[in-house]
């Protein structure tokens, strides 16, 4: 230890200035030794960094030379076909790339464990020291990030709450915005319709396709009862428009002023009148759409069989026997097979009637409009059930009565639209409300009288389907404000046939479920065209008859349906009534004719309230 060593013994025992003396350089020669090594220490470490720094670079420089070599070889393969070359290049590259990265991997643990050993001595040696202050100042620390979290947590909870009334405000209001925006669309679709209403009676001398919207289309959907959409909107599609006309008195009364001298006020209130030819051909058209709706029920009743009707004789010359019994499921499946054939010709007869009917159709599809949506599928799914319902009630009791208590769906439509939308009913369709509801109760077919089929089921049933048919004329006349009645029929029929098919794929109870003899299929699906082409014939025969007659005279053609459907069953199958059923019949008749005759002439009321008022 240098000088020291030479001191005697007793040199500490006779002076403290000297031991403290010998401990102080003592305590310097440990310092200097410290110094000494972390000096060498930090010299071996920047050695080996330099070194390491050297071997990454010859290490980057191999790469970039076994990358060159690689392409050189690859260029030499390319030009000289040397693939042995190549090979023994990239095998001496890997072996000296190996080489390099096993070298320094063991430079660098041995770096790690010497600056590792140096660094625990001095740690060791620090602690000691720190210790007490370091302890001290962990707590202060604790404390203060505690006292930290709590004020951010108190913050945070501030600034959720605040976020959360904010957001409740703003739902509120867009709520109210978007109520105020939806009655807003009602009462401007409304005006608008009022508006094009007035202004086609007006001034257009013929009906232009606008006007199938509230009488055509609905009656063609139908397809197994006769005129019924042709009805359906007369005794409530019409009250609400004008309920709102009367409430808005601007849009009433809307002459043509341009039009027509201010001496002649008049002249310029009074529609042109149609030929009377074209009223005369659509009249006609009505009555063969009517007559063709009644065969197609006449039919259906022909189709199907029971076990007191297994055959039917055709006009009392030859047996045809039936195809299928009046089940859910069989029923399903008869509406399933016409409605394809629909499908597979509809699609041409809609653009030959409408041509821009897929310009429509791709504008509903892509308007993404869910309420939209909504109307046109629930129209269509209350369609379906109607359907359903009604070849039900035919092959269970006879078809005139059928067709006849389906015809109560213009007292479900006067009651929902005084529920819904406020339009409360004239004298007039009360009288002819009670009028139907007293032929209804007239028609219903005796029990005493021997009639085939479940009597009950057959009644429930055609009651229900004019419940549902009331159900969806009240939709499709939300639904056609916004899409014309003929995208809209291709959709509605779409709408069927999906409905069809889900319920068909769902497994039925056997008493439910499609019950048909495997020998009888082509027999079936003959019937299913047949059914099909009746279809059409009567959408194409309405279309022009609401063109060339007006909706409001076709649609009392339509009232004709029960009878017309009557007497071809007599004539084709000799089914006969009861003389208080004929009377029933005859008296829903007159009730739906006087709801259309009504409609009509509330229609005409605008266009003569400007002339009488400059009289």
């Known amino acids: 230890m240098g000088p020291l060593d030479n001191r005697p013994e007793n040199f500490a025992a006779g002076d403290p200035r000297a031991v403290e003396t010998a401990l102080r350089a003592v305590t310097q020669e440990l310092k200097h030794l410290q110094q000494d090594l972390i000096l060498q220490v930090a010299q071996d470490i920047t050695r080996l960094l330099g070194e390491k720094s050297r071997l990454n670079e010859d290490i980057d420089k191999l790469r970039i030379q076994q990358q060159q070599l690689r392409l050189q070889q690859i260029e030499g393969i390319s030009q000289q076909n040397n693939a042995q070359q190549q090979q023994l290049a990239q095998q001496l590259a890997e072996i000296v790339a190996s080489q390099l990265q096993e070298r320094l991997t063991t430079r660098l643990d041995q770096m790690a464990d010497t600056l590792r050993l140096s660094l625990s001595d001095a740690s060791i040696k620090a602690q000691s020291l720190d210790t007490s202050a370091s302890r001290n100042q962990r707590k202060g620390s604790g404390v203060l990030l505690a006292s930290m979290d709590g004020t951010l947590m108190e913050n945070y909870q501030a600034v959720q709450a605040e976020i959360d009334n904010n957001q409740s405000a703003l739902s509120e209001q ?55 959409l042709g009805q ?32 002649q006020p008049a002249a310029a209130t009074t529609p042109p009148a149609k030929p009377a030819s074209l009223v005369q051909v659509g009249l006609v058209l009505a009555l063969i759409s009517s007559m063709v709706l009644s065969l197609f029920n006449v039919c259906l009743k022909i189709i199907l069989k029971s076990s007191a009707f297994p055959t039917r004789r055709i006009l009392g010359l030859f047996d045809l026997p039936g195809v299928i019994t009046p089940g859910f499921g069989n029923s399903l499946l008869i509406l399933l097979l016409r409605t394809i054939v629909v499908i597979a010709v509809m699609p041409i007869l809609a653009t030959f009637l409408y041509p821009q009917v897929w310009q429509d159709m791709k504008r509903f599809v892509s308007s993404g409009d869910s309420s939209q949506w909504a109307k046109v599928i629930g129209s269509g799914f209350f369609l379906f059930l109607s359907q359903v319902l009604i070849y039900i009630a035919i092959g269970n009791i006879p078809t005139g009565i059928a067709i006849t208590i389906f015809f109560i769906y213009p007292i479900v439509t006067v009651f929902a639209s005084w529920a819904l939308f406020g339009d409360r009913p004239t004298i007039i369709r009360i009288l002819a409300m009670c ?12 029990v005493t009288a021997g009639a085939a089929g479940n009597l009950q089921l057959g009644v429930g049933a055609a009651v229900g389907a004019g419940i549902t048919f009331a159900g969806y004329v009240l939709m499709a006349q939300l639904g056609q404000k916004k899409l014309h009645p003929i995208p809209f029929t291709l959709v509605g029929f779409l709408s069927i046939l999906i409905f069809c098919s889900v319920s068909l794929l769902v ?4 008493n439910l479920a499609v019950q048909v003899d495997s020998s009888l299929w082509p027999q079936l699906v003959v019937s299913g065209i047949v059914l099909g082409l009746f279809t059409l014939a009567s959408y194409l025969l309405n279309n022009f008859a609401i063109r060339y007659a007006g909706a409001a005279l076709a649609s009392i053609i339509g009232t004709s349906g029960p009878a017309l459907t009557a007497l071809f069953g007599f004539l084709l199958i000799q089914e006969t009534l009861q003389s208080k059923q004929i009377g029933g019949m005859v008296l829903v008749t007159l009730g739906v004719a006087a709801m259309s005759v009504e409609r009509m002439l509330g229609q005409k009321k605008p266009a003569v309230q400007p002339a009488t008022a400059t009289k």
């Not at 009462?187 to 007035?198: G, K, M, P, S, T």
């Not at 497994?507 to 056997?510: F, Q």
């Open 174 to 228: 867009l709520n109210r915005l978007n109520s105020l925006q939806q009655q807003g669309e009602v009462i401007l679709e409304a005006l608008v319709n009022r508006l094009i209403e007035q202004l086609q009676n007006e001034a257009s001398p013929l009906h232009t396709t606008a006007h199938l919207t509230q009488e055509d289309i609905q009656r063609l959907l139908q397809g197994a009862m006769p005129a019924q």
């Open 507 to 510: 497994p039925l109870p056997s």
């Open 232 to 263: 359906l909107q007369g005794s409530n599609s019409t009250g609400v428009l004008d309920r709102l006309g009367e409430r808005t008195p601007p849009i009433a009364p809307v002459p043509p002023v341009s039009e027509a001298p201010v001496a």
């Open 435 to 446: 009028v139907i509801t007293g032929g209804g109760v007239l028609a219903l077919p005796s």
